[in-house]
């Protein structure tokens, strides 16, 4: 049985996930050995999942409300209204996940380390605050391309939630107003570029 999908997690000085994207109990683990061997800061996960949604949802929480902003990372956590957006975009993206059964880093499960005395809602806000906190100066890709005037991936991010929320939700509509909305501006403002 081949890997015919893998994920690769930036930057380059991150180690660089890899995993079966059919599979939750099986590791490539001879992959990982084989990019280690050959100088690569390589890291087999068994849910590679949970790592892709983990990652989505952080850039769900930063790059729409960054780029409609102008706001670096850091700017944008201490604006509430800002934050309150891009908070609700997260939040968002994790039904949509939780929908779809991916079980994700922050999600509570007993035993395992998990504050159960937090909502699933305060679990996610301090793990996108947490990530937040390490990257405050920084601009995410979406925003820089949109300052810049070019196009930007805002269907592989927010307008993939709107749609991936349609799938899992049985088609309802309005599952996902907040990244509805900021993907529609930004689509509005890419028609000038």
């Known amino acids: 049985m081949g890997f015919d999908a893998f994920h690769r997690k930036y930057p380059d000085d991150a180690p660089q996930l890899w995993g079966k994207k059919w599979s939750r109990t ?4 001879n992959v990982e050995h084989y990019w280690r061997q050959a100088g690569f800061n390589a890291e087999a996960v068994e849910d590679i999942h949970q790592t892709i949604w983990n990652k989505l949802i952080c850039n769900i929480f930063v790059s729409g ?12 956590v201490d604006c509430g209204h800002a934050k309150s957006v891009a908070l ?25 380390g998990v504050s159960l005395s937090l909502t699933d809602d305060e679990r996610l806000e301090r793990y996108v605050y947490e990530f ?62």
Do not use: M, W
């Not at 609700?88 to 499960?109: F, N, P, T």
């Not at 979406?142 to 929320?165: C, M, P």
């Open 26 to 29: 099986t590791c490539p683990i």
């Open 65 to 76: 409300a960054c780029a409609l902003t102008g706001f670096t990372v850091g700017e944008l």
């Open 88 to 112: 609700a975009c997260a939040k968002e993206a994790d039904a949509v996940a939780r929908q779809k059964g991916i079980v994700l880093s922050y999600h509570a499960k007993a035993g395992e």
């Open 132 to 193: 937040a906190s390490t990257v405050r100066g920084a601009r995410p890709s979406l925003a820089q391309d949109f300052a810049a005037g070019k196009r930007t991936e805002v269907e592989s991010l927010h307008g993939a939630i709107v749609e991936e929320a349609k799938k899992v939700f049985g088609g309802a509509e309005g599952k996902t107003p907040a990244n509805e909305i900021v993907a529609n501006l930004i689509r509005a403002k890419e028609t000038t570029f």
